[in-house]
């Protein structure tokens, strides 16, 4: 395991708490044994198993699908052919093989499956969002609409089908929004507030009109959130900004708007349903006993 251990920490994960995700989940499908599986297979049946892709996407998740496997059986179990996260694939693609006790791969295989194909629709869902807006300067951001104790792994998939990471949580980057700007009495005074709290900590505040921007544009705040704007006020935001601050578009952005957001000039466009509303990919396992 220790090799899978190295790969999840050079893609930015915290090995052992991803193996604490795949404990819990493991422990949530299998509180004791796999009744059905002990009860129709030979103890010491052996099998091979096949994942492949159902339809083109982008793969993410296969390093956990491979510990899930590793977990139930340690080494009696060979995982092989396994592409890398991040692979685009298409229908008939094989992404990984296991061979090993069937019992254990039938024990791990949902859980298995269920990492993988979640975070590969997050990972296929981002990479359709990067292809809409090649060609122009905009980078897909991601948000903090994710499911609960699945963040880490959810934004490993964004970055898996090309997308960047926002702030990963409340403490790590200051984000001035609406609420924020009413208890402060402004957004110049809400962008201060932080910024003498927190003086070493990136700071971005959201408006709703080119007043606001103007406004902190001249208190010297460098990022700066569009919030809920038509086109032809985004465009009318960077010709002002012209290059004194980072933009971001959000809010309500749908698939079909992206190329005409991405060519206002944004640096940005924030979009929460690359991980709450992601429709999970088609992934399968073929098993046959050896």
Request: aromatic share 4%; net charge negative; glycine share 10%.
């Amino acid at each position: 395991m220790s090799t899978l251990r190295d790969e999840l920490a050079a893609a930015g994960l915290d090995p052992d708490e991803v193996q604490a995700h795949v404990d819990r989940a493991l422990a949530e499908d299998v509180p004791t044994e796999d009744v059905t599986s002990v009860a129709t297979i030979a103890e010491d049946a052996r099998g091979d198993g096949v994942f492949a892709a159902r339809e083109p996407g982008t793969v993410a998740g296969l390093v956990v699908a491979a510990l899930v496997f590793e977990t139930v059986l340690g080494e009696e179990v060979t995982v092989t052919d396994r592409v890398p996260d991040g692979t685009r694939v298409g229908p008939g693609d094989v992404v990984m093989r296991v061979a090993g006790p069937t019992r254990g791969l039938l024990t791990a295989e949902r859980t298995a499956l269920n990492f993988a194909c979640h975070l590969s629709g997050v990972a296929t869902a981002t990479a359709a969002w990067v292809d809409a807006l090649e060609g122009t300067s905009a980078r897909v951001l991601d948000t903090r609409k994710t499911l609960p104790g699945w963040r880490h792994l959810e934004k490993y998939a964004v970055r898996c089908g090309g997308g960047l990471n926002h702030r990963m949580s409340l403490s790590d980057r200051a984000m001035v929004k609406d609420n924020h700007v009413v208890a402060a009495g402004g957004v110049v005074p809400a962008y201060r507030a932080v910024r003498a709290a927190y003086p070493d900590l990136r700071v971005e505040v959201e408006v709703t009109d080119l007043d606001q921007l103007r406004e902190l544009l001249e208190a010297g705040c460098e990022e700066i959130l569009l919030d809920n704007m038509p086109t032809e006020a985004m465009a009318e935001a960077v010709a002002i900004t012209a290059g004194r601050a980072s933009l971001e578009a959000s809010g309500g952005l749908t698939f079909d708007r992206a190329r005409e957001v991405a060519e206002t000039g944004v640096d940005f466009i924030s979009v929460g349903a690359l991980t709450h509303s992601v429709k999970v990919f088609d992934l399968g396992l073929d098993l046959s006993e050896g």
